[in-house]
């Protein structure tokens, strides 16, 4: 193995979208309180879902409100191309857009950067949705090609480097981050994106998985519980930054977590066709942890692909307790709280997002070890008896879990699997502590803006959800995230603040709908006149450069849809 193989890639941006979600602070909050996003499929949502399916309950899944909604003003895309455009290739563009700004990163700034693209993905049914009502449009020929996914995100944002798109059906996204992390270790290119959208405009791949078995008849499975009886879907999507970690930290880029490594497999013939066994899973868990230079005792908490059918479970289970012993029959303490691994999942709450589940399941996995808590599985009253964890060192996560930072950095581990065979698993090691120098106190003004006045107040109502976190940045950090990684737009606000309580009462003031006392400051009122500012130039103490995660400048959608008649709105 190369030495060049075992370099550590940070997650330096991150953005995710799911049924009420728009910010990862909203999807922590979500998961700390244990919540189900489920609800019944409208009429006309699913179009061509066949009625004479037999379910005992209406179909139920994880949606987002609007999927006709897009903020094609924002990124300079005609009305009637917008139209066309499946909405995935829409979410796509947000999500990229919010994952670099979360970085710290004016995205206009890497205009002409090799960064490279890489997106997963499963389905495209917009396109079947468009074919069953008999209509076309040329806009639709760069709209429905999945390619389009990652080509229109580099050309978007002007990126020369690789742009891809990749399927291995369910674990498109974790495949997807594998192939971005070996270019960043070999020096192919300074940054990578990688993001996976999951929109349903159609009914006919629903018709053939209820058919087949392997969705829940119910719409009420929850992974590893006794009465699973398959997956529920769901909507959304996710999206990282990825850097070498050196350069990373050398650039002051602000690290959410470290992977440490990352593998891709097929099952071969185990499992069968759509199916994987516990040899291939504990080969690829084995591999990844020694990649690492670790061992899977080493893992205290494994985001589980969780399918939730009473196979798929079991087996991944077995798995890894099987993974846990080592080459001499014995079985080393895991370094989980109180001596085990965790295993939780994501679907339960917010469902299976298919080609992003992956992914999802990576961000998720982030905030654990951000928050230093595993979160019970929502829904999850007792693990089922028959699950094979008897006298193995694996825990179900049917309560919420302390675990916090310790002497070790804490190592997590991500699962997920393909439908068609492919299976990938992610290593991911909490960030290095950076701590900012102690500095003397400084008075920042640190400018906001919005393309309304509504933007501006959803703008602050997410910052002050992000400095309510765990570990909330420092307001030199907030200040130089604001100042360099934004684009200016129309409506603007400032803060000028010593310290972070100003800064959030500045917020609050403009949460509602007020405007934070400047105290007459010239580069304040420079900005509020639509000036262009320096930032730069701005004298700061200490000299450090490093930025803070922050949440994405909202977006102001508005309705495309190529028919004019948004899903749900009829039942054709």
């Known amino acids: 193995m190369k030495d060049d193989d075992l370099v550590p890639i940070a997650i330096i941006g991150m953005s995710c979208r799911a049924a009420g979600v728009e910010t990862p602070a909203a999807l922590w909050d979500m998961l700390a309180k244990g919540e189900r996003r489920f609800t019944p499929v409208p009429e006309g949502r699913w179009h061509g879902l066949d009625p004479g399916i037999e379910l005992p309950a209406p179909p139920a899944a994880s949606l987002l409100d609007r999927i006709d909604t897009f903020d094609a003003r924002f990124f300079g895309i005609a009305p009637r191309m917008a139209a066309w455009m499946d909405p995935q290739h829409r979410m796509m563009l947000e999500l990229a857009w919010h994952a670099v700004e979360n970085a710290g990163i004016d995205p206009d700034s890497l205009d002409g950067e090799p960064v490279a693209v890489f997106v997963g993905s499963f389905m495209s049914d917009y396109r079947e949705r468009i074919n069953a009502r008999g209509l076309a449009d040329s806009a639709a020929f760069p709209g429905g090609m999945t390619a389009f996914s990652a080509n229109r995100v580099s050309y978007q944002f002007g990126w020369t480097g690789p742009s891809m798109v990749i399927d291995s059906a369910c674990s498109s996204s974790l495949t997807a981050v594998a192939l971005a992390v070996q270019g960043l270790q070999h020096g192919a290119y300074p940054m990578a994106l990688v993001g996976t959208p999951n929109v349903i405009s159609n009914g006919f791949y629903a018709n053939t998985a209820y058919r087949g078995g392997a969705l829940s008849p119910t719409g009420d499975s929850v992974p590893f519980g006794p009465d699973r009886d398959g997956y529920v879907r769901g909507e959304g999507g996710a999206c990282v930054l990825l850097k070498r970690l050196d350069q990373a930290l050398a650039d002051g880029d602000p690290v959410h977590a470290v992977i440490r490594a990352v593998d891709t497999a097929h099952n071969g013939r185990g499992g069968g066709l759509t199916g994987t066994d516990i040899g291939?899973?504990?080969?690829?868990?084995?591999?990844?942890?020694?990649?690492?230079?670790?061992?899977?005792?080493?893992?205290?908490?494994?985001?589980?692909?969780?399918?939730?059918?009473?196979?798929?479970?079991?087996?991944?289970?077995?798995?890894?307790?099987?993974?846990?012993?080592?080459?001499?029959?014995?079985?080393?303490?895991?370094?989980?709280?109180?001596?085990?691994?965790?295993?939780?999942?994501?679907?339960?709450?917010?469902?299976?997002?298919?080609?992003?589940?992956?992914?999802?399941?990576?961000?998720?996995?982030?905030?654990?070890?951000?928050?230093?808590?595993?979160?019970?599985?929502?829904?999850?009253?007792?693990?089922?008896?028959?699950?094979?964890?008897?006298?193995?060192?694996?825990?179900?996560?049917?309560?919420?879990?302390?675990?916090?930072?310790?002497?070790?950095?804490?190592?997590?581990?991500?699962?997920?699997?393909?439908?068609?065979?492919?299976?990938?698993?992610?290593?991911?090691?909490?960030?290095?502590?950076?701590?900012?120098?102690?500095?003397?106190?400084?008075?920042?003004?640190?400018?906001?803006?919005?393309?309304?006045?509504?933007?501006?107040?959803?703008?602050?109502?997410?910052?002050?959800?992000?400095?309510?976190?765990?570990?909330?940045?420092?307001?030199?950090?907030?200040?130089?995230?604001?100042?360099?990684?934004?684009?200016?737009?129309?409506?603007?606000?400032?803060?000028?603040?010593?310290?972070?309580?100003?800064?959030?009462?500045?917020?609050?003031?403009?949460?509602?709908?007020?405007?934070?006392?400047?105290?007459?400051?010239?580069?304040?009122?420079?900005?509020?006149?639509?000036?262009?500012?320096?930032?730069?130039?701005?004298?700061?103490?200490?000299?450090?450069?490093?930025?803070?995660?922050?949440?994405?400048?909202?977006?102001?959608?508005?309705?495309?849809?190529?028919?004019?008649?948004?899903?749900?709105?009829?039942?054709?």
């Open 280 to 572: 291939s899973q504990v080969r690829l868990l084995r591999r990844a942890a020694g990649a690492a230079g670790r061992s899977v005792a080493d893992i205290g908490y494994l985001e589980a692909h969780g399918s939730g059918t009473p196979s798929g479970d079991a087996v991944e289970v077995a798995a890894l307790a099987e993974a846990l012993t080592g080459p001499d029959g014995r079985t080393a303490v895991p370094a989980g709280p109180g001596g085990k691994v965790w295993v939780g999942s994501i679907k339960a709450s917010i469902g299976h997002l298919e080609a992003a589940a992956g992914l999802m399941g990576l961000v998720k996995t982030v905030l654990v070890l951000r928050h230093g808590r595993i979160p019970r599985i929502a829904g999850l009253t007792g693990a089922d008896p028959e699950l094979p964890v008897a006298g193995t060192d694996v825990a179900i996560a049917v309560d919420d879990v302390p675990w916090p930072r310790g002497a070790v950095p804490r190592l997590a581990g991500v699962n997920s699997f393909g439908l068609g065979g492919g299976i990938s698993h992610v290593l991911l090691e909490e960030a290095p502590l950076v701590r900012e120098p102690e500095q003397p106190r400084h008075r920042y003004v640190v400018p906001l803006s919005g393309q309304d006045e509504a933007c501006l107040r959803e703008l602050a109502d997410r910052l002050l959800a992000e400095l309510d976190g765990a570990e909330p940045p420092g307001l030199a950090a907030v200040a130089r995230s604001l100042r360099g990684g934004r684009r200016a737009q129309p409506v603007r606000a400032v803060v000028v603040a010593e310290d972070l309580d100003q800064f959030r009462d500045g917020l609050h003031e403009l949460s509602a709908g007020r405007s934070p006392d400047h105290g007459g400051d010239p580069v304040a009122l420079a900005w509020l006149r639509g000036e262009r500012v320096d930032w730069e130039a701005l004298p700061e103490p200490g000299g450090s450069r490093t930025r803070a995660h922050l949440p994405g400048s909202p977006f102001r959608r508005r309705s495309h849809w190529f028919d004019r008649m948004p899903p749900g709105a009829a039942a054709g």
